[in-house]
């Protein structure tokens, strides 16, 4: 099976050390990344996303090297991974329907009133109250905020799915949404998914929709190193 993400010999920016990590993931797999605060979590995605370079290493994403492309080609390979940023990053100014609107017309290239017809469509799939679309995002709660950013994400069908914290999962465990069927419906279909935790991971509680990760790996001072899932962890998980 063809990685979606892959890297070789990677060395971090801004992080000590000589030795470098390889990385393979694969469509449908669900990976587990913690690690501590400043461990290089955030610095990994963005590297691996082609937002920043390595200090050294190849970066292959969907099969294509990062150090080989044009900025044309880049943009284009980014706008199929889906990003959920700590805090959430909706457009403070906006209201919840632009935001959504705002990837399909960027990535997708449709027009003002498809995207606002498909910004509807999928909220009534994923029973988005009206509600959120209408209000600012300053207006939302931190809970709504954070749900509209991964509905954000989950639009435009990504083939990479990164969630960098966790608390998406505690927020989408009691959510009156079907967000969490749509999650699940994407991995199922071969989205990869990648959830950034603290040192300790993800609690029992907040195990995504999908199912527990079938990878793990921890982050410490720039160097990743593959480990087992938590054992009380189960990869079949009724839907939320």
Known sequence: MSAILQAQGLTLSSFAGEAGFDLRMEPGQRWLLT?????????????????????????????????????????????????????????????????????????????????????????????????????AATQMSAEQGTLLALARALIIAPKLLWIDSELVWGVLSHAN??????????VEAGCTLVTAAGEHGVAREQIPPCGGPTHCARMQDGWLECVAPPTYWTLDTADA
């Open 35 to 135: 690690g501590e605060a400043g461990s290089g979590k955030s610095t990994l995605m963005r590297t691996l996303l082609g937002l920043i370079s390595p200090r050294s290493g190849d970066v292959f994403l969907d099969g294509f090297n990062l150090q080989d492309v044009s900025p044309q080609q880049l943009l284009s390979l980014r706008q199929k991974m889906g990003v959920v940023f700590s805090g959430g990053g909706l457009l403070p100014a906006w209201t919840g329907l632009q935001n959504l609107m705002l990837p399909l017309r960027a990535i997708h290239g449709f027009d003002e009133e498809r995207a606002h017809d498909e910004v509807l469509a999928f909220a009534s799939r994923c029973q988005i109250p009206a509600l959120w679309l209408e209000r």
């Open 177 to 186: 949404t079907r967000l969490g069927t749509e999650l699940r419906r994407q």
